[in-house]
């Protein structure tokens, strides 16, 4: 943190790439290292699940952040503060999450809404149900179809726009242009 009179500022370092600008070709291959690691670890199918999420969350406006622990994976948060919506990592591995907002609790109308929907998919099946926060599913990536996984990501962020977005839309601006 540097201090500057009354602000901190907070300065992020790049570590990988000493004394040079982390460029987007740089995002781009660690992006591609973890989709090549989810093949070392489970195949095409397993590289082709990943894929589709990631092209299903990037046409829904998400980010898919790398992310996934040790064992490496993908982060899919939609938003300008990262609401996270699922994590998959290269062992297979797919978390949902119901409590989006990093450390706030969800509406009880946003939680129940995606459990509803987790339990209405038969293709969905969490070690643990209803999910209070996020949850592990039974099944690897490539063992649910593409098209379910794409569907929670559509109903997650749906719900995202319409708790925590929505109800602003029609405020005036109180900020300084």
Excluded at 39 to 46: I, M, V
Aim: glycine share 8%; hydrophobic share 35%.
């Amino acid at each position: 943190m540097r201090h500057t009179g009354d602000r901190c500022v907070s300065i992020q370092l790049w570590h990988t790439v000493p004394e040079a600008h982390h460029t987007h070709e740089e995002v781009v291959l660690d992006r591609l290292e973890v989709i090549k690691r989810a093949e070392e670890r489970g195949g095409p199918e397993r590289r082709q699940a990943l894929e589709n999420i990631v092209i299903a969350a990037r046409e829904l406006g998400c980010d898919s952040r790398i992310g996934g622990g040790r064992a490496g994976g993908m982060n899919i948060r939609y938003g300008s503060i990262g609401y996270a919506i699922m994590d998959i990592n290269t062992k297979g591995v797919v978390k949902l999450y119901v409590q989006p907002h990093p450390n706030k609790d969800a509406p009880d109308a946003l939680q129940e809404s995606l459990n509803h929907f987790i339990d209405v998919s038969e293709d969905l099946e969490p070690k643990s149900f209803p999910i209070n926060s996020y949850g592990h599913l039974e099944e690897k990536v490539e063992d649910i179809p593409s098209e379910v996984l794409a569907s929670y990501l559509e109903e997650a962020v749906s719900l995202i726009r319409q708790t925590y977005y929505e109800p602003y839309l029609d405020q005036p601006y109180l900020g300084v242009l």
